[in-house]
């Protein structure tokens, strides 16, 4: 089991660049979930996928922000165009649902997005 | 909606010594699951600890323990012989019907 991949592990990119980073969650996983990580605002839940498809996008923080699962093996999550202040680290996480032991996520090792 | 506070930014403990974390949350849910997550310098979230609601028995593993209060809507974590291997952000975690509501995290110092 190779776990939760994302890619890349860090990227810098320019003010109004687009970023796309990417996710393949567990085989036999079908809920995807992208979170944010600041230090301010610690943990925030982005957007949810189950099945392949969005199911909660309300963490979305704005237009820019765009994700989509288009195979149970792949997801992206995209910012256009960036800004500096979503410099963050972005976690996607997967499990099985229904998670009706609630044996929680398994995560990603994070990308480190720096926009300057 | 659901929340989780963790109201202690920063702990430190000495090497070998015993440590808690504290962790509160609301819920109107009866059904849920709490966690506790380490995340260490290299930025994996790292499971802990799992607790069901429906369980009155505290959950344990290994150095790590709960204090389930769910009356009070208390969840902390019990670190034993704290070790320099402990030092990392530890999440609290609420699970309900679908969602996963973490915490804005502690972090813990290991002094040696």
């Known amino acids: 089991d190779a776990g939760v991949i994302q890619s890349p592990r860090h990227e810098v990119t320019e003010m109004g660049q687009e970023v796309t980073l990417r996710c393949k969650p567990i085989?036999?996983?079908?809920?995807l979930f992208w979170y944010r990580q600041t230090m301010m605002r610690g943990l925030e839940l982005l957007i949810y996928?189950?099945?392949?498809?969005?199911i909660d996008d309300s963490g979305m923080p704005e237009d820019r922000f765009s994700a989509k699962m288009p195979n149970a093996s792949f997801s992206t999550l995209k910012i256009q165009p960036s800004e500096p202040r979503d410099s963050a680290v972005y976690f996607c996480?997967?499990?099985?649902?229904?998670?009706?032991w609630g044996y929680g996520y398994t995560f990603g090792s994070g990308t480190r997005l720096t926009v300057v | 909606a659901q929340t989780v506070t963790q109201s202690q930014p920063e702990m430190s403990v000495q090497e070998a010594e015993t440590v808690t974390l504290s962790c509160t949350y609301d819920?109107?849910?009866?059904?849920?699951?709490l966690f506790w997550y380490k995340q260490p310098p290299s930025r994996q979230m790292i499971l802990v600890i799992r607790?069901?609601?429906?369980?009155?028995q505290n959950a344990t593993e290994n150095r790590f323990s709960v204090n389930f209060q769910k009356a009070a809507k208390s969840f902390s974590l019990k670190i034993s012989d704290s070790q320099l291997g402990d030092a990392a952000m530890y999440f609290c975690?609420?699970?309900?019907?679908?969602?996963?509501?973490f915490g804005t995290g502690t972090r813990l110092k290991v002094l040696a």
């Open positions: 607790q069901e609601a429906y369980k009155q």
């Open positions: 996928f189950n099945n392949n498809v969005p």
């Open positions: 975690a609420y699970k309900g019907t679908y969602k996963y509501i």
């Open positions: 996480a997967s499990s099985r649902l229904p998670d009706l």
């Open positions: 085989s036999g996983h079908n809920s």
């Open positions: 819920t109107s849910e009866s059904d849920y699951y």
